[in-house]
């Protein structure tokens, strides 16, 4: 029963106000609860997140709660059901000592959106305290003389608390001389002792009284004062003050023993009843004797203590003049003491940080803190002015609540540009002069995925001598991420082709972590002299991005094949042959011509002729470059009728390989060799066509690689953004012909086969890189590497 009567009484006092006001994308509400005094501490207040509309389900997520502030302490806030509770006894005299309104201010923010909701509790008064009058019991002396109707100023009675339960009736012991009188002030209410009638000091030279003072409580409480009164001879003049209320205004901050006012009291009569003393009123607050002193002869009130506009604005002084007469005549004024404020505060800025952290993709807009400015001067010296340093994506934002403002980003953040902001924001005030405060929010721009891997180049131009050992590195590409952390952990992979025929990424490896290429079979130049692929470099963010590089690979050739043989070529493949020539043959007679070939290009194709062994050296002479035997003079009776030629091919490699083909030259008779050259012709027709028909196809299938290597190299010089050379190959102006020449007799039929834009008879010079692949110089831009 006790605990629901005290919920009826607590539900009896709530009042909840609310309004709601939307600012940009914050929601801001208003509420007020009233709750009494001395509740228990677990007592609700009010069901703030029903009050304001919000979901019960999300307050936990959306971070529910108080900021710290003056008395937050008080009060507690339920995140589970969203109910203000009392956290902590109050007493309103504690918190609100003089005040007629006591009202606790909270703010509470929820975030994912931000709202800020501003709580005002009024601590309403409970007459839980008794009137109690300074001193158990006063004294005065009245003389025998004093006229009905005068007043005697009686301690007056304090009760801490406000409204009706303050002071409101006094009572008198019941008696036929006196009666109380009540003079209501700002604050308090003061009771006068009035007398009714003459006294006589023959008949009663003693009174005792009781005065009770009572509050407006419901049951009421009360305090009694015992009073004494002496009658005394009476001086039968009383000072008399200038002004029954002096009104005076003071600086605060005014130095000690500064004059605030003199007091001007006279008295008509004589002698030791003229002299004037004063003295405080004897209810006088104890922080008046704190702050000022009374001289007693003079009536000069000056500066004792410190004043301060921002702890008493208005000082009330109750005064007393009394003459020295017996009994003494007094009289009472008043001096109201205003205090003039002076812009002696700084303002004072609190900051609020919902995260000192900001993502670099935030939107405009954004609350980054809340930011709170107060100024304990008033007026014009209270005013704040607050402003941001320049050069910073930041601003402040005005809230409905003066001197409210939120920390919001103007523009677009870069991490990469600006990782670390020191905001500094300035509160002035609008005294003169102003003061200003000035603090310092630091905020660090968190990273976000928003930069591609970068290649230093693009494409990458990687020439690779054939015969590379499959699984050993051939190259490598590294690409920069400017973000941090896992965004910018890059991964690298080949993309992979439809794996036909001609599709090299099959043979293709790539480290995923360091973009070491390694090939997985070892390339043959004669089989395959160019191809590209496309590296893709991918971070780790999310979502991940990704950038890719061509790499060109040019295959270098080695000298890797030896000569070969095409004639002499006997039946059973060996290369032998025979000759048979006139004996009257002149000098210079060509006998025959050793034709060879050589799959290599460059010097690793060009072949040299040499004989080795002859019968003869005076007789036969071998063209180095051609090939061809020629007889060095003619034929004598002496000379022997078979010669044999052993001549020895060789290219021009670092380390040459060669070849040997041998030539039987038999010296006959004219008419002999007539005939035999007939019947040798009839007899190799049948291989003559064989042999053209062998011959027709090779020169197709060279003819077809060779058209097909021209189109894929004007192609990938046609897609290059940037001119390339090689490096390998020296500058020259030849005109970029590859060619073999092939010389060969059959019989009275003689052949020669001759490689693209090459005429019939020509000769492959030293030096003249006839069969080297030369690039035109087109790599301004881009890279290059020799593998």
């Known amino acids: 029963m006790g605990e629901r009567g005290q919920r009826r009484r607590v539900n009896g006092w709530w009042v909840v106000g609310i309004s709601l006001l939307c600012f940009g994308e914050r929601i801001v509400a208003q509420l007020r609860y009233s709750v009494p005094e001395e509740m228990q501490v677990g007592s609700p207040v009010g069901n703030v997140a029903k009050d304001l509309g919000l979901d019960i389900s999300t307050l936990t997520d959306r971070r529910f709660r108080i900021v710290s502030g003056p008395n937050h302490a008080l009060f507690q806030l339920n995140p589970n059901n969203g109910v203000l509770y009392i956290g902590k006894n109050m007493d309103r005299e504690e918190l609100c000592d003089g005040s007629k309104v006591c009202v606790i201010n909270l703010k509470i923010v929820v975030e994912s959106p931000l709202e800020i909701h501003y709580v005002g509790v009024e601590i309403t008064d409970v007459n839980d305290h ?15 003389q004093t006229h009905p109707g005068t007043r005697f100023q009686i301690h007056a009675a304090r009760d801490p608390d406000v409204g009706t339960h303050s002071v409101r009736l006094y009572k008198l012991s019941q008696n036929e001389f006196f009666d109380i009188e009540v003079r209501d002030s700002e604050e308090e209410k003061i009771p006068f002792l009035v007398l009714k009638k003459l006294l006589d000091r023959e008949q009663k030279a003693e009174h005792r009284l009781v005065l009770t003072a009572l509050d407006g409580g419901s049951p009421s409480k009360s305090g009694s004062l015992n009073l004494t009164v002496t009658v005394l001879d009476t001086n039968d003049n009383r000072p008399v003050f200038s002004k029954d209320i002096y009104t005076v205004s003071l600086d605060e901050n005014a130095l000690i023993g500064a004059l605030v006012i003199q007091l001007n009291a006279t008295d008509s009569d004589e002698g030791l009843n003229s002299e004037i003393e004063y003295t405080f009123g004897k209810t006088q607050k104890k922080k008046v004797h704190d702050t000022f002193e009374l001289d007693s002869i003079t009536g000069e009130i000056r500066v004792k203590g410190n004043v301060d506009f921002e702890d008493t604005e208005v000082y009330r002084l109750d005064l007393q003049a009394s003459d020295k007469g017996q009994p003494p005549a007094t009289a009472g004024s008043r001096v109201v003491i205003k205090i003039k404020d002076v812009n002696d505060n700084k303002p004072d800025i609190e900051v609020t940080s919902l995260s000192n952290v900001v993502p670099e993709n935030s939107k405009p807009g954004t609350v980054i803190s809340l930011i709170s400015v107060t100024d304990r001067d008033s007026g014009v010296n209270g005013k704040v002015i607050c402003k941001i340093s320049d050069g910073v994506p930041f601003d402040l934002t005005p809230s409905v609540e003066e001197n409210m403002y939120s920390l919001v980003t103007k523009g677009r953040l870069d991490r990469e540009t600006v990782s670390h902001y020191d905001i500094t924001i300035t509160a002035t005030d609008c005294g003169e002069p102003p003061l200003s405060t000035v603090k310092t929010l630091s905020v660090q721009v968190s990273d976000v995925n928003d930069n591609r891997p970068n290649f230093s180049q693009n494409p990458f131009e990687l020439y690779l001598v054939e015969n590379n050992v499959p699984g050993a590195s051939i190259f490598s590409v590294s690409a920069a991420d400017n973000d941090l952390n896992e965004n910018a952990a890059i991964t690298y992979h080949i993309v992979r082709g439809d794996g036909l025929q001609g599709d090299m990424t099959s043979f293709l490896n790539v480290n995923s972590e360091n973009g070491q290429i390694s090939a997985l079979k070892s390339f043959d130049f004669e089989t395959v002299k160019t191809f590209q692929f496309q590296v893709v470099a991918t971070d780790s963010g999310t979502p991940s991005l990704s950038s890719n590089v061509t790499v060109n690979v040019f295959i270098l050739d080695q000298n890797d094949n030896a000569p070969v043989i095409l004639y002499p070529l006997s039946s059973n493949g060996s290369a032998e042959g025979v000759e048979e020539i006139p004996r009257n043959v002149n000098a210079g007679h060509l006998v025959t011509k050793v034709r060879a070939y050589d799959a290599d290009i460059g010097y690793n194709g060009w072949l040299l002729f040499s004989l080795q062994e002859v019968t003869d050296h005076s007789l036969f002479g071998l063209d180095r470059y051609t090939g061809q035997i020629r007889t060095l003079r003619s034929f004598t009776e002496t000379d022997e009728a078979e010669h044999k030629l052993l001549i020895l091919v060789k290219d021009n490699g670092n380390v040459s390989l060669s070849a040997t083909a041998t030539v039987i030259v038999k010296v006959v008779e004219p008419k002999e060799a007539f005939a035999a050259s007939d019947v040798k012709s009839a007899a190799t027709v049948e291989e003559g066509n064989d042999v053209t028909f062998y011959l027709m196809i090779t020169l197709g299938s060279v003819s077809v690689l060779f058209i097909i290597s021209i189109i894929v190299l004007i192609a990938m010089q046609c897609s290059k953004s940037t001119d390339y050379t090689s490096k390998y190959l020296q500058e020259t102006n030849y005109d970029g012909t590859l060619c073999h020449s092939i010389q060969y007799r059959s019989g009275d039929k003689r052949y020669m086969l001759v490689g693209p ?31």
């Open 757 to 787: 834009r090459m005429s019939i008879g020509s000769t492959i010079v030293p030096g003249s890189h006839a069969n080297t692949l030369v690039l035109p110089d087109r790599r301004r831009a881009s890279g290059e590497v020799r593998a």
């Open 130 to 144: 008794t009137p109690t009058f300074p001193e158990s019991e006063q004294r005065l002396e009245i003389g025998e």
